[in-house]
């Protein structure tokens, strides 16, 4: 007798699989791993006897093999699971073109725009081949093969005879319950990558790079957006926030543009938003791959007021490969912050002034200074001075030293022995630097009359990873300034 616990668990798993089968038309694509029944299928099936089976039980965490249209392989998951992974199927919509949006998550699929990046994508799409590739074959292919290797010396078999032959040697094959246990392992939905996770007005949502069987590759099947050549499960990569309560768009932007700002700061990984259907295989050279540790800790997300408009403008200029873009969006990034710097200091120095004794009887001088002080700051307010004041005020020189180019000869000679005025003739160099490139870019060259600022042709990609350095310097003060005083 084949038992259900709880019983109410054989309807829901027949609901499940009914949906599956016949709403999503995912034909043969579910394999028995327990050997207790010829295909999850006969469940629904009107002829299903549960007396005919041997004495065993199948409960939430018994597993079973998924498949999918077009793709040869099966992942292993719990009936629990799948039923799960069927509910949120019919809740899942393509937002667009771009996040596949369920009840439980969402899933933003990114591209990798540098070296350490793609090194990653590579090693993720290793670990995945080694995981597919330890996949039993699915018991109708087992059949097929059965049948090629007999015919050799024409024996006439029957169904009944296949089954016999087929669960002799699938007993044989698992021999104790570790192997079994190993293999379910070895058969993971998925692999995640730097997980970690927040908490926004209550409501707990992780983060991770994703990558493997996931609700975006059930949709691309059941959406037929696949080819015999395009699986519906490849090496894409995603960034996949899972909550336990909706959240809004808003929120879901914020999270995206930290993280990928903290993947990029943090870890030098470098990844861009990629709508779908633009299929990019990549192709690897398994030499080439590297180890990667998942566990690096990342800082917690930069969610606070304004963050994501700042984020956005810093995850532009690593989508982009040219380094004229990317030193244009990264000194977009110190303006933006420049208006909140330039306020404090206005803010500190008329408060200053203001807090003179002299200041409860002011006469003609005192009014006159105040003038004086007022029209100092306000000159900081023009692009060149600001962006000058944001590099003294928020960025930490021996830190650029390390990347600076050949040219930038006062920043590069920065050490710990480095005294205050040479660190700030050293960060106004660079500032001044910045503003001319920047400005020798924006501006047509026929219009543009140089200062003898700019960064060189031959050293414009250092001078951009130097650029962006210190804009993720000027975003993590931007960061811990004082919600009151942020201006954008």
Request: hydrophobic share 40%; charged share 25%.
């Given at each position: 007798?084949?038992?259900?616990?709880?019983?109410?668990?054989?309807?829901?798993?027949?609901?499940?699989?009914?949906?599956?089968?016949?709403?999503?038309?995912?034909?043969?694509?579910?394999?028995?791993?327990?050997?207790?029944?010829?295909?999850?299928?006969?469940?629904?099936?009107?002829?299903?006897?549960?007396?005919?089976?041997?004495?065993?039980?199948?409960?939430?965490?018994?597993?079973?093999?998924?498949?999918?249209?077009?793709?040869?392989?099966?992942?292993?998951?719990?009936?629990?699971?799948?039923?799960?992974?069927?509910?949120?199927?019919?809740?899942?919509?393509?937002?667009?073109?771009?996040?596949?949006?369920?009840?439980?998550?969402?899933?933003?699929?990114?591209?990798?725009?540098?070296?350490?990046?793609?090194?990653?994508?590579?090693?993720?799409?290793?670990?995945?081949?080694?995981?597919?590739?330890?996949?039993?074959?699915?018991?109708?292919?087992?059949k097929k093969i059965l049948r090629n290797a007999v015919s050799n010396i024409k024996l006439e078999l029957d169904d009944e005879f296949?089954?016999?032959?087929?669960?002799?040697?699938?007993?044989?094959?698992?021999?104790?319950e570790e192997e079994t246990k190993k293999l379910k392992e070895e058969m993971k939905f998925y692999n995640q990558f730097y997980v970690?996770?927040?908490?926004?007005?209550?409501?707990?949502?992780?983060?991770?790079?994703?990558?493997?069987?996931?609700?975006?590759?059930?949709?691309?099947?059941?959406?037929?957006?696949?080819?015999?050549?395009?699986?519906?499960?490849?090496?894409?990569?995603?960034?996949?926030?899972?909550?336990?309560?909706?959240?809004?768009?808003?929120?879901?932007?914020?999270?995206?543009?930290?993280?990928?700002?903290?993947?990029?700061?943090?870890?030098?990984?470098?990844?861009?938003?990629?709508?779908?259907?633009?299929?990019?295989?990549?192709?690897?050279?398994?030499?080439?791959?590297?180890?990667?540790?998942?566990?690096?800790?990342?800082?917690?997300?930069?969610?606070?007021?304004?963050?994501?408009?700042?984020?956005?403008?810093?995850?532009?200029?690593?989508?982009?490969?040219?380094?004229?873009?990317?030193?244009?969006?990264?000194?977009?990034?110190?303006?933006?912050?420049?208006?909140?710097?330039?306020?404090?200091?206005?803010?500190?120095?008329?408060?200053?002034?203001?807090?003179?004794?002299?200041?409860?009887?002011?006469?003609?001088?005192?009014?006159?200074?105040?003038?004086?002080?007022?029209?100092?700051?306000?000159?900081?307010?023009?692009?060149?001075?600001?962006?000058?004041?944001?590099?003294?005020?928020?960025?930490?020189?021996?830190?650029?030293?390390?990347?600076?180019?050949?040219?930038?000869?006062?920043?590069?000679?920065?050490?710990?022995?480095?005294?205050?005025?040479?660190?700030?003739?050293?960060?106004?160099a660079f500032s001044a630097s910045l503003y001319s490139t920047r400005n020798s870019i924006a501006h047509a060259k026929a219009n543009?009359?140089?200062?003898?600022?700019?960064?060189?042709?031959?050293?414009?990609?250092?001078?951009?990873?130097?650029?962006?350095?210190?804009?993720?310097?000027?975003?993590?003060?931007?960061?811990?300034?004082?919600?009151?005083?942020?201006?954008?």
């Amino acid at each position: 007798m084949l038992y259900f616990n709880p019983p109410e668990l054989k309807e829901q798993i027949a609901n499940a699989i009914n949906v599956w089968v016949n709403q999503f038309n995912f034909l043969d694509t579910l394999v028995d791993l327990t050997y207790t029944l010829e295909s999850p299928v006969d469940l629904i099936d009107d002829n299903f006897d549960p007396a005919k089976y041997s004495n065993k039980t199948i409960d939430s965490k018994t597993t079973l093999g998924v498949g999918l249209p077009y793709w040869n392989e099966i992942v292993a998951m719990s009936y629990q699971d799948f039923i799960d992974l069927v509910d949120e199927l019919q809740s899942t919509r393509l937002i667009k073109n771009t996040i596949y949006r369920s009840k439980y998550r969402s899933l933003i699929r990114v591209k990798a725009i540098n070296d350490r990046a793609s090194s990653l994508v590579h090693h993720i799409y290793n670990v995945n081949n080694k995981i597919f590739q330890s996949k039993p074959q699915n018991l109708t292919k087992f059949k097929k093969i059965l049948r090629n290797a007999v015919s050799n010396i024409k024996l006439e078999l029957d169904d009944e005879f296949i089954q016999i032959i087929s669960n002799n040697i699938k007993n044989q094959s698992i021999k104790n319950e570790e192997e079994t246990k190993k293999l379910k392992e070895e058969m993971k939905f998925y692999n995640q990558f730097y997980v970690s996770n927040t908490n926004i007005d209550g409501i707990k949502v992780s983060y991770s790079l994703t990558s493997g069987f996931t609700i975006c590759g059930a949709m691309l099947a059941l959406e037929e957006k696949f080819t015999t050549g395009f699986s519906s499960v490849g090496s894409d990569v995603f960034v996949e926030l899972k909550f336990e309560q909706p959240i809004s768009e808003s929120i879901e932007k914020d999270i995206l543009q930290a993280y990928l700002f903290e993947l990029s700061s943090t870890l030098g990984i470098d990844f861009e938003v990629f709508p779908f259907f633009d299929n990019d295989d990549i192709w690897v050279d398994e030499d080439e791959l590297k180890t990667y540790n998942t566990s690096h800790i990342l800082r917690p997300l930069l969610l606070g007021r304004n963050m994501s408009d700042v984020l956005e403008l810093y995850n532009q200029a690593i989508a982009s490969i040219d380094p004229h873009v990317q030193i244009l969006y990264f000194t977009k990034v110190i303006e933006y912050v420049s208006q909140t710097v330039i306020k404090m200091q206005f803010n500190d120095a008329v408060r200053a002034k203001l807090l003179s004794p002299r200041a409860l009887q002011p006469d003609a001088n005192f009014i006159s200074e105040l003038e004086k002080v007022i029209e100092k700051q306000q000159s900081r307010r023009k692009d060149r001075e600001a962006i000058k004041e944001t590099v003294l005020t928020c960025c930490e020189a021996s830190e650029l030293a390390k990347v600076a180019p050949p040219f930038l000869k006062k920043l590069k000679a920065i050490s710990s022995n480095s005294n205050e005025e040479q660190i700030s003739q050293a960060l106004r160099a660079f500032s001044a630097s910045l503003y001319s490139t920047r400005n020798s870019i924006a501006h047509a060259k026929a219009n543009y009359i140089p200062t003898n600022d700019e960064c060189p042709e031959r050293e414009l990609l250092a001078f951009s990873n130097c650029a962006k350095l210190a804009a993720q310097q000027v975003i993590r003060w931007y960061n811990f300034s004082s919600e009151i005083n942020k201006l954008s």
